[in-house]
């Protein structure tokens, strides 16, 4: 089943069970989307290393903020945060449509690679490349892939996600270092 034709089933009464028995009102209390079963309060994760990669240009006192930032799984940022329904969004991520979670997955990846390329590159302190750029790089790759995790998420077809996303990390970390 294609990803586009499994959002419209879930749309629809044919439900994976798994989904089915956490009850799409429930999900929807919860702000879990009941199309797909996953949660927009994971891209808060990437949202406030962006965030502080946009300040950082005015505020060098926020690269000591950015530079603790660590990647998330999924799980990892639901069992770690103060959600409140984080046991509902776990199980519901778990139960999601194995296509959208790839997909989810796949940007995630993308996004930690870029945020950890270039922590990294902060803390060393190229000599090539000030803060600002490499922030502004940085901020200029990740926020489509926000946009198309939002995309995702909410059940939205992207034809050719992987290829429209920017393709593999390592061509994403030369973009924000200009290799």
């Known amino acids: 089943m294609t990803y586009h034709a499994t959002c419209t089933a879930l749309a629809g009464e044919e439900q994976p069970p798994a989904i089915a028995a956490l009850s799409a009102i429930r999900l929807a209390e919860a702000n879990i989307n009941p199309l797909t079963g996953l949660a927009t309060d994971y891209l808060n994760h990437f949202n406030e290393a962006i965030m502080l990669l946009e300040i ?21 940022h639901f069992a770690a945060s103060h959600f409140k329904d984080r046991e509902i969004a776990i199980a519901a991520y778990a139960a999601a449509d194995p296509t959208a979670r790839e997909h989810l997955d796949m940007l995630a990846d993308m996004m930690t690679a870029v945020l950890t390329a270039t922590r ?38 992207l034809p050719g996600l992987a290829q429209d996303a920017g393709g593999e990390p390592q061509a994403m970390i030369d973009a924000v270092m200009r290799r």
């Open 56 to 76: 950082l240009p005015m505020d060098l006192d926020c690269l000591v903020d950015f530079v603790t930032w660590r990647p998330m799984t999924y799980a990892e």
């Open 120 to 157: 990294e590159a902060l803390e060393k302190g190229s000599p090539e490349h000030s803060p600002a750029e490499l922030a502004s790089r940085a901020t200029h790759l990740l926020k489509p892939l926000v946009a198309r995790a939002g995309a995702v998420i909410n059940g939205i077809e």
